[in-house]
């Protein structure tokens, strides 16, 4: 019998090593590893991240091998230390994306790797093996299950769940049996709605911090002879068919050019503090008020024009009543960018939301849709805008490659600078010890183990 | 503002106290939570058990206030030792059935509320409340997403983590506003499709115990104040507009007549030990063979004329390679029926699979879509079977009220007979326990606490 396409995408997981892997693609799991760390240290005092530590307390082990990055510098198991960190790195909005797949690999990648790599006394080489497998599999469900599954559900959560399996299969050195196991209970596990964004809930970091501990179930289960269905993404009855009402899948997605191309390699670091959505139009926009010297007080009007699934997101934040919100509502985060020519962490506070400049500037601006531009989406995210002046004059630019993208991406100094402003961010005033682990894992191959991640 | 139905209901929720219940409806939750305990001692052997609860000890806390019924005797925090039982319970396709939702309540219901309950130290009074808000939410959640959800998703799994959230909530008495909040977190975590069943594999005991455990997430993540959407049921991007690709929901299922009738009394017990599509047809099988004493050689053929989804599910396991799938073939469980007139738990096992005879007669039996019955299902579940004698006679039945059903329920007697079976199949010699258990359970709304149900 043919093999499905889970099956090779499973075999494959499976057989890669950490000698097959390019230098480059290594070179760029560290720096997705560094900018993660940074997420992680700025989201972990949040509201919603507290909760879900105290439910971690209360049902999870008092202690254990695996580090949490919440504030209290705790221990647990690998399926809780997973949960809290990778809700802690999903709330700033600072973590990578990858564009084809729509899918924020670091955020349920990167926790469930490293827990389970601190539980199994795993080494740096194996840490970024299981990454490398854990972004291939997290975007390549992604990219099957496409841009009409995104529409009402967060395709980070549902695609990420299995990533979250293979990364942590990976570690258990399952075969590929087993590793089909976990990305069968893994996808029957899957869920995330957008639902939460209509009004500003907190289920962005439930979705994030599950698909950890999900898949985290999802291998050790199957390690221990759980068997889950064999072909979850393209089955009768499976993830495509039930979470992809249009029918729209991408199924080459799933398994074409393995090896040949790597999705950590296709990933985009976040430059600004905002929705990923907003970031073409973003830049377009600060390149046209540095070029002609416009401020937030000339503009008239202001057009983004953008693809479907961007409006579809950003619509549902459009008030911004709260700080998350307003990271969501293009309005408002051009309003920021227009005010201080750029869109940082630092931007996006509560006296922000008081500021009556940018409330003002912000129904100014009007999102609309673009044939030609949703014609490229997701393969390219492109954002084309056009300010209108109280003066009458008119410009307008178009950007599809933006600051942190595979096409401009961060070197390792403005990484060590972006992790450092989200310390700072956090509270933290001694930067010393994040800063000694940014030069560990500069060089993370040659570690023992990944123990002593905690800042 | 009016509120939403969602509020309806969780205000309803919040507002019930045991002494608003009907008299009936306490027993009936005592006899639903008997039987309840016979599926959960029958399943504990699986390897599906065996797998999670490895999970659970390699994950959990050693030790804890809630039991849990697999082999070991163990004990864990709520959120394992529910995923535990959650998962114990729906192994042996004995546990109850609600009609109208095509959910089986009791397996997410009483695992959760049974071990929140015990680590609140809740009275029996509690506990009965507790589980019949589950079930009203639980049923009137999987109402609402209707026929076509239940096509692709396994409605126990998703509407059952709203039913399990809102039995946890009430124990731990969280007002409206967070109840809300514990539903949302539910229905964004909701997940659970039926592509196991095509290959047999373990993902039914996934979806219950995980059930569990995602409830118990929603619920105590609300209680610290953790935010889920408010309109997880009908909102834009909620579960009615993501999950049920037809948009054939059933609003008014969420919220008509609170108090006016309760779902415990809508559910049925399960007397055959099959898939419960499969009922109908054994039921009027059975009547055939015994009203005209027809042996299993005698029969040319079988029709059994039946509702679209009925077909749908038992198409998947047509083959009938493993026990577990042998109870989701109607050609096999007509033919177990047919042999021993009775379709027991006992008459599934490794020996039946090689039966010659059986599965001689499994090639005689045909599934064929009747228009009227699929037009009353699920408010009726009708099986209509023809069978036509080697000597050329024919005859019919048709049957919509099966024993077990609330027309035609279980007496306390039958439940003991029932429970009792159960519990010897698990292996159980000395049945003094079980029995004592029962008697506590007669009395439970007298009892202090709901300590002690370990067998």
């Known amino acids: 019998m043919t093999p499905t396409r889970t099956e090779n995408l499973a075999r494959w997981c499976t057989t890669l090593t950490y000698d097959d892997l390019p230098e480059a693609a290594i070179q760029r799991t560290k720096s997705l590893f560094v900018d993660w760390i940074g997420c992680a240290i700025a989201g972990r005092h949040h509201?919603?991240?507290?909760?879900?530590?105290?439910?971690?307390?209360?049902?999870?082990?008092?202690?254990?091998?695996?580090?949490?990055?919440?504030?209290?510098?705790?221990t647990s198991s690998a399926a809780f230390a997973a949960l809290v960190n990778g809700a802690a790195s999903?709330?700033?909005?600072?973590?990578?994306?990858?564009?084809?797949?729509?899918?924020?690999?670091?955020?349920?990648?990167f926790p469930t790797a490293l827990a389970v790599a601190q539980e199994k006394g795993a080494t740096g080489k194996e840490f970024i093996t299981a990454c490398v497998v854990g972004y291939e599999v997290a975007c390549r469900t992604g990219e099957y299950l496409g841009k009409t599954h995104y529409q009402n559900f967060h395709s980070t959560a549902t695609a990420g769940t299995l990533g979250a399996a293979a990364a942590a299969a990976k570690l258990l050195n399952l075969d590929t049996d087993k590793t089909l196991s976990a990305l069968?209970?893994?996808?029957?596990?899957?869920?995330?709605?957008?639902?939460?964004?209509l009004d500003a809930t907190h289920s962005k970091q439930v979705h994030t911090g599950k698909a950890c501990f999900d898949g985290i179930f999802a291998a050790y289960t199957?390690?221990?002879?759980?068997?889950?269905?064999?072909?979850?993404?393209?089955?009768?009855?499976?993830?495509?068919?039930?979470?992809v009402p249009s029918g729209a899948t991408i199924p080459t997605a799933i398994d074409a050019l393995l090896g040949q191309k790597y999705s950590v390699l296709e990933s985009s670091f976040k430059w600004h503090a905002s929705c990923r959505h907003t970031h073409p139009s973003v830049d377009a926009l600060l390149k046209i008020v540095e070029t002609h010297d416009v401020k937030i007080g000339d503009i008239e009007s202001v057009v983004a024009r953008m693809y479907q699934a961007g409006i579809n997101v950003l619509s549902m934040s459009e008030q911004a009543e709260t700080v998350h919100q307003s990271k969501f509502s293009m309005g408002f985060v051009l309003g920021v960018a227009a005010k201080y020519r750029r869109a940082s962490i630092n931007d996006f506070t509560e006296e922000a939301l008081r500021d009556g400049v940018i409330r003002e500037f912000q129904t100014r601006v009007q999102m609309v849709l673009d044939e030609r531009i949703d014609g490229r989406f997701p393969e390219e995210w492109t954002g084309c805008v056009t300010v209108t002046t109280k003066g009458g004059d008119s410009y307008t630019e178009e950007v599809d490659v933006v600051k942190g993208d595979p096409g401009d991406t961060l070197s390792w100094?403005?990484?060590?600078?972006?992790v450092a402003t989200l310390a700072h961010y956090a509270g933290l005033t001694?930067?010393?010890?994040?800063?000694?682990?940014?030069?560990?894992?500069?060089?993370?191959e040659s570690e023992s183990n990944v123990l002593g991640f905690q800042f």
Do not use: Y
């Open 222 to 243: 199957a390690q221990a002879d759980l068997l889950g269905p064999r072909d979850v993404l393209e089955g009768k009855r499976g993830m495509g068919a039930s979470l």
């Open 184 to 197: 069968g209970t893994a996808g029957t596990q899957a869920a995330g709605l957008w639902q939460f964004l």
């Open 47 to 74: 509201p919603a991240i507290a909760a879900i530590a105290a439910f971690s307390k209360q049902m999870g082990p008092a202690s254990g091998k695996s580090e949490i990055v919440d504030a209290s510098g705790g």
């Open 413 to 418: 100094s403005e990484l060590e600078s972006k």
């Open 430 to 444: 001694d930067l010393a010890p994040v800063k000694a682990i940014m030069k560990r894992v500069a060089g993370l």
């Open 90 to 109: 999903h709330v700033v909005e600072q973590d990578d994306l990858h564009n084809c797949s729509i899918v924020h690999p670091a955020t349920v990648v």
